[in-house]
């Protein structure tokens, strides 16, 4: 094949996980689970899938691609029963096999399971070594794995006990969905890094990566799971219990600033409000002397109109977005090669000619994009582009879930703002500093804060444990997906 | 099967019919087209198809859904050639087959051709009827077979000839595409109702129905196409002529409206330019005591910029589209049947909570959408809801080219503006008059206008010949689209 | 694509063009007539359709691939009402595209119709000229859809009239199946050349092109159509009339030979029966020194059971054909490209090794298949192979449906029977000649036969009238086949 | 979906589990691999995989269905290396799941391998309960996936010593074939139930569960796998070894009577000739009054012609298998219900009626089949049908990888030759003894057999671990199997 799907957005930003929902006691568990996984598509569009009981059989169906392109065929109609959980997963491209879909499903001594799980452990790779050497044996390359196998060892009778022993034992971001034959469970990992919500629909309890999972399906919000704490809910109602002392809470900042859907509520702050104020702060701390202001859609867009409205200067859209997915063929000439930026993004030259642009983003991470979009605009006849970014420079990878390029590739690690303001071509460029994106949730300069900033401040709320061990594998590639037999 | 696709905007919104594309000159003639369509995908998403010529051979490839779903396995490579038409249709569930995709290719005595065609007839059945006597048949059911017909029997030597007097039989609105053995033909109809546009990238011509295609393929907008124009583009290069005598314009105000991408000009104005201005002229026309402005994405959102930047009131995103498609099911219980709405919107609390929401929309057809979006905004906590349209009252249905729910469905051509706010449930309700809508295109009251308001006047400006005529047919069904064998 | 369909029969065996099979007067016609066009699977694989009415609309899908890769997604059950056609095709694989599938569905003046054909016409481009010049516009390359031109130009108020003169005006071979609002039509060529029968269900009638067809579902046969005859079967009831006058048959001798399934009976003659006689007669004709008979699967195990009952010597398994289709690759290595034959035939080395093999088989149309099965047997240890052709040497291409290598190609018609010997490294060599042929059924030399033996004699029963006519046209070429889009 | 797959064979012969293959030492091995399963196609069509490796990566891709489904996008080009093994399934209804599919790629603490296994085993349900009380995590319910917890488990550094420890611990029938980075391990059970054969093409090693494999590659046949041998092939070449101590073999006789392809030869015997063998013994045992002798297609044609030649009695094709598969859909009507068998065969009218018919089947499971044959054959005119089964009455459940119905359900097990006779409706009935069946391997009445013969005994060479152990799982159901997303 040589076509190769080329996404800016996918080159250039830091890409979420995944996303997990959750629901016990409700005749239509499977389809609400495929509408609550629609609303968190966003948080990972690579693979989907769902796992149901009916308190007898357990039935699952996962696949790669959009929930759209997984369940095409009438197979939420096979996933019988009251309680579900799902899944959508983001990858890089390599490892983007059916086999390392969610949610897995699992045979132990003592029951069967399912677990989808949002985040990334620190000590996977260690834990993985100590369980191989014990024998187990692994057949995707997930984090997810790794947690079952802690279940299934742990050896307990009841199943709530079994993850809490196993959860203990991870470490890094996590938000982690499982489902018994009776019962549905959900922990969250003790520094509240990845997110999750609890909800009520009727007699049902929900659980899910984002509130707008709950809006979607007219679930009421209860409050946010909280950092250390396993829920488990059954017949007997809902049971909540700590599988960690409570500590300081280091929640991602990047959910608010990047990942997560504007009109969720995450861990008490509104999406787009907080994106607001910072772009409030922003225009405040670092005026730019401009006609109009554009973000750059969508995940700008609220930091765009906060500038605007603070600085008193006209919001414009000035970028469309399309929103079509195409695919970019590989071509010889660099006629086509340059389509791939505009397919996305087009600037409006009627907007933008003979202006000086204040362009809002809420990052930079390799640079690449930005260059691309003043470029796009300067072409389109803007006559000065100022460049300014709702959050501070992006200088040091995730280790908790979100896959950025590694710190050779951010420019923020290895250039000054005025070399990255050359880099990209701008006339002018302001970051925000970390103090203030905290004060856009309301902290003073000082306060404790219950964020983790450590990509913004290289302050990392863990030990990095496997970042010491190498990779003792040759790999593994699964070729072409899976493919479903025509008879 | 018992799932059904329920979109909500496709259920209550007017629906365009298509978007053409053509280039002629280039080695990379099919790529360069799919891009090109890709930046149309919002004028049709239900097919999509290539033709493309090598002069001695015609190649074409069409299928179901989106651009991605119908070039997915290499299709494109078989596209050879340096000339290309392309297609991408809408059309109403029943006749989404396969038969009806486009560019349709076709022999005749004297040459094969392919046709692709956006618009709608107000003669085809009358002229299919007199074809049908004549002994044509039909195996599709769309007007642009009719056009082919009409182009297979005018005899001339000179497909352009042919094409000129093809188009002369015709009326009602149309923008169409042809593509002969080694030349390429465009022709428009002669009140400009569908838009259309000249470019060039390089040596190569290209034509489209927008002019984001132009900047998305990178070609230079050179001009639109005039109405009665047909343009022909071969190894001699661009020969353009008229097939009807220069009259009054009669643009389709509804592309700037709602359907045209904000980036794209058309005939002239930028259309976020224009939406901003009718936002602008709504703002101080019908102000309202409300706390903020919130835009129905993404088509008002140029409009509710323009409104808060007049009104001075703060813009919110205060309701989230989902980027994602998603199948709705049909279930028994009344809260899936919910679903449908917030799949695809979702009101943000924290902005809208104890808010008097001014909200602007860019019009009402059937108040289905618009009353569930005031109960969306209420049951967010909205306080009061205002509701501005940025376009008249829609009355009476379109036969250029745009699908509307019959006249006995459009809720203002049954109610008063006071009955459809009570009846949307809203605060206050106010639409844009005619010359308000004028106004946003700087004409003053009085001027001579060069569009077609008919939707909004009931004052058609060709005779609407088909109307008189009763269907003489029963229906063919093309069951489940085409299989492609997997031998 | 880098891969191949290379299947050794495709490129040595003449191929059938199609299988038509049609019902009127069930309610469960759709299934039906899948269960009967299954039976006449043999008859074309590469594309398959159904049409059919309730008696107020018509519905239809049709596919490439074989009918489980066509209907394999619900679409039967779309496919209401009491009348159905279906149609299998076989084609050139150029012309394998969606577009040339059948049932053609066409909208005419005067109705609604389908048709599916079998067979060839020897004046369908003289038509198709004379049809374009008219006005007539192509959008298949089917001689079907020339008959479809025909009906539609016939001006008759009744169908069936209609179809009576169109089917006048063609020449060649043909059984074709048309289905109305509320009739079913079938006709056959006035030769015979193609087969078709007549059979009851009930209440309801079927027609199809092999009695196996009547069998499988459960129908009783009743006759043969008629040469000349077109039926028409509506809620009166079955009426035939002749729109040819009767004169002597020709029905196609190599449907016997070759093509027809061993369990129809055609035109009175058991397959099975006649292939066994022509077995005996080869033995008697033509004896060999041969310790064990081994027929070529699947066609010429019958003829081969005539020979050995005849011979007196035992009948071995002694080649086995795998069951399964396999795709090809071109490989750079000789190895891979030996295997295409190995994986369609093995010779049994226990069997044949040092044996005398008298090696049955139908036909010779090229050599290629012929040498490489000598090969196969020689390699497994035979000592000696004698080759015993059913029919005589193939010297001259068929016009009237079936599609073999042009006369260039055809081993016979360009060699002696002793140089085809040594040709295909056989021992010795022996066909039938068309005397034999003939007293296979029943006929004594010098008796006037009812059949086509042209492919044996270059004796057309028809003059070839398109055989003086230079193709006017470019090609137009369908990349891809049809897609269905995902939404 | 409301349709249902109902093949005749599938719910009434026993059901092969599988065939492997494996190849080392050449740069095509996975094409080879590709072709050489196809060869083995009919010992499993519900899924098939290849694994291969380059020495450094290891590729993997497998799905559901024949092999032409799940390798038609070219996946075979991803899958590099000069090592492969290949795996074609059988599995029945529930579990056909891709979760099931072969070969299963696995990582160890040590390396990563891949898995493919043909067989079952006696006492796999009793270890698995043992690894998951020591905490081993199971994703199928395979027993290939037992296997590969042992050989994880086993704590060998030596790939070949830790497969020697794994099947040490497993009982029953099996054929195994490992791939590991840089070697190819294939073991046989130590009774040798299960067929593995060796072969060589050029410097690379072959196995493969038949010997028409090698064939098909044009590998040569070098020996039978020992039962107990395990063979490790890699840059050092060929090392064979034993894990078990050598002891009367049991092969099993079923491969010959019904399972594997007449051209293959299964330890040291052609199966065609063994049938022919078989049906002659029969035809001296138990004569007939009959006019013609029919063979059941295709298992039963060899024994038929064995019975014909030995009787005297011509060989008549009077069943006609179509060699289309397709699907049947539940219907309301008696009609096409009964089409099911009709659509696998036809009784040739002209042939049977009015004759006396031997009818020659290789065996009867449940009866069920034998009375629609029967039925079909006197609806077709026959006057007498004599039944001739050329194998004993199978009264016992296989438990060493043929699935065949429950003893409960086994007509021989609950009747007396008299009652089935009657049951299937024939007008007489014989099987052979076990010592008629063993004397067509050549053995005289109480010699020691090297073979299995439980089915028709009961008398297991093994012990039945599993039997007295229920099931402590709830069920997995995967529904769907997998969905290959659009993007």
């Known amino acids: 094949m040589d076509s190769i799907l080329i996404e800016t957005e996918k080159l250039d ?30 948080r990972g569009q690579e693979a989907a899938g769902i796992a149901t009981t009916d308190g007898t059989n357990m039935y699952s169906h996962k696949g790669l691609g959009l929930l759209t392109d997984v369940f095409k065929h009438g197979e939420l109609e096979g996933l019988s029963g009251y309680a579900a959980i799902g899944h959508v997963r983001y990858s890089t491209a ?77 470490q890094g971001g996590f938000s982690v969905v499982i489902l018994g034959n009776d019962e549905l469970i959900a922990a969250r990992d003790p520094l509240g890094l990845r997110p999750m919500v609890l909800g009520q629909l009727g007699d049902a309890y929900v659980v899910a990566s984002e509130s707008c999972a709950l809006d979607t399906i007219g679930a009421e919000f209860i409050r946010d799971i909280e950092p250390g704490e396993v829920i488990c809910i059954d017949a007997q109602g809902l049971h909540a219990s700590r599988f960690a002392t409570r500590r300081a809470r ?31 702060i922003l225009a405040e701390q670092y005026p730019a002397d401009g006609d109009i202001v554009i973000g750059v859609p969508d995940s ?57 642009v204040v362009l809002i983003d809420d990052s930079i991470v390799r640079g690449t994009t930005s260059r691309r979009i003043v470029r796009l605009l300067r072409s389109a006849g803007a006559r000065e582009v100022h460049v300014r970014i709702s959050s501070p420079p992006y200088v040091s990878p995730c280790h908790y879930g979100i896959d950025t390029a590694s710190e050779g590739q951010l420019i923020a690690a290895n250039n000054t703002v005025q070399e990255i303001c050359e880099l990209i071509e701008a006339d002018s460029l302001h970051f925000l500093t970390v ?43 699964h070729v072409g997906g899976a493919t479903v037999g025509s008879l």
Not at 14 to 41: D, N, R, S
Not at 331 to 345: A, C, F, M, T, Y
Not at 451 to 464: Q, V
């Open 94 to 170: 390599g490892a983007n096999t059916l086999q390392n879909a969610q949610p897995i499903t699992l045979n132990t001594h003592a029951r069967n399971f399912a677990i989808g799980h949002n985040g990334n452990l620190v000590n996977a790779k260690w834990l993985r070594i100590r369980l191989e050497q014990e024998g187990s044996l692994f057949q995707t390359t997930t984090d997810t794995e790794v947690i079952a196998h802690l279940i299934a060892k742990a050896g307990a009778q009841d199943l709530t006990e079994a993850v809490a022993s196993a959860v203990q034992q991870i």
């Open 250 to 280: 280091k929640m991602c900042t990047f959910e608010h600033v990047y990942f997560a859907r504007p009109d969720s509520d995450v861990d008490g702050w509104n999406v787009h409000a907080v994106r607001k104020r910072l772009g409030g």
């Open 300 to 356: 700008s867009v609220s930091a765009a109109a906060g500038y605007a409205e603070a600085s008193g200067l006209p919001l414009e859209t000035g970028l469309i977005k399309n929103r079509y997915i195409a695919r970019t063929f590989i071509q010889p000439s660099q006629e086509l090669r340059d389509v791939g930026v505009r397919l996305k993004l087009n600037a409006v030259r009627s907007i933008v000619e003979g202006k000086r």
């Open 435 to 477: 103090d203030d994106l905290m004060a856009g949730f309301g902290f003073a300069k000082g306060d404790a804060v219950p964020f983790c900033n450590a990509c913004f401040t290289r302050n990392y709320p863990t030990a990095l444990i496997d970042q010491s061990l190498s990779s003792p594998h040759h790999e593994l590639v």
């Open 13 to 42: 930003r830091p890409q979420e996980e995944c996303g997990v929902f959750g629901i016990y006691g409700h005749p239509q568990a499977a389809p609400l689970t495929y509408y609550g996984l629609v609303a968190l598509q966003h």
